[in-house]
């Protein structure tokens, strides 16, 4: 017999039935990462890679369950948040936070999926801005996010270290401004730290459809990181790597904007 005691982690996120995206890329690159994924599941929708085509709410009840039935039994190391739909469900997962005591906290503020559809509407996004980012220890907004986030049109270098700046005042501690909209043949991810320390991580953009659950992915693999004992700096740093290694060798699944290759840097992961 061979036992091995291996991180625990979790994802509070919305199901995807076509497995690219939420809390299915999660749970890949969780597993993949060599950590042990546990869910709470925040609601369901019915989606694949070319569209949403209904969503589903968990109630609240339910939601409370699952956590508490996760904290009767299970180590969490580390926990991530995604779609999490209206402010119902922002604040029922804000408090379950606070009374399991949940940290490192990252916070991914999921509102509307690639195809479109929106994950998140207006009174969720106030909840998560008000409520969610204040107890966050990394908040990871992609460039429209930031903007709502922010207030206002990020357009240069400099708004998007202003974006982050603002962010972080709001409470979140450690503010990743993911560059993957930005136009051009590279892109760069811009990071702010809790120490005040920032730097950017520049990379080259892929130029592919199959990018389906980019940031879920990001934000799950930095879980795992995280839960492995990694810094902040690092899990950060070897989470965008995890990303850009698996944007490499892409896998032909669905006819829309395809999943990742989860499997695709497992020479790599230790
Ligand atoms: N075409 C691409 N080439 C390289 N990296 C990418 C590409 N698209 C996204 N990424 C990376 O994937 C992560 C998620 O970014 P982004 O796509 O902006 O988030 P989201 O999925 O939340 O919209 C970031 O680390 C970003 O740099
Ligand atoms: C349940 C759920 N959560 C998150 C996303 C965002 O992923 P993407 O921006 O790649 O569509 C999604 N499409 N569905």
Known sequence: MNSKKVPETLTIAGSDSGGG??????????????????????????QNTLSVQSVLPTPVDMINAQFDSLYDDFDIKAAKT????????VEAVVSNIKKHNIHPIVVDPVMVAKGGARLLDDSGIDAII?????????????????????GKKIETNDDVIAAAAHIQQLGAKNVIIKGGHQQGDTLSDYVLLESGVSFTIESKKYDTVRKHGTGDTLSSA?????AKG????????????????????????????????HWGAEDEIG
């Not at 995206?21 to 060599?34: N, R, S």
């Open 82 to 89: 995604g779609a999490l739909f209206d402010q119902e469900r």
């Open 130 to 150: 008000n409520k969610l980012m204040p107890i966050a220890d990394i908040v990871t907004p992609n460039l429209p996010e930031a903007e709502v986030i922010y």
């Open 21 to 46: 995206a939420g809390m299915q890329a999660d749970i890949k690159t969780m597993q993949e990462h060599h950590v042990f994924a546990t869910n709470v599941v925040v609601g369901l929708t019915a």
């Open 222 to 226: 930095i879980v795992a990181n995280l």
């Open 230 to 261: 990694l810094s902040i700096k690092d899990a950060i740093i070897e989470g965008k790597r995890y990303i850009d290694t698996i944007l490499q060798s892409e896998i032909i699944v669905g006819h829309g904007h395809g999943p990742l290759n």
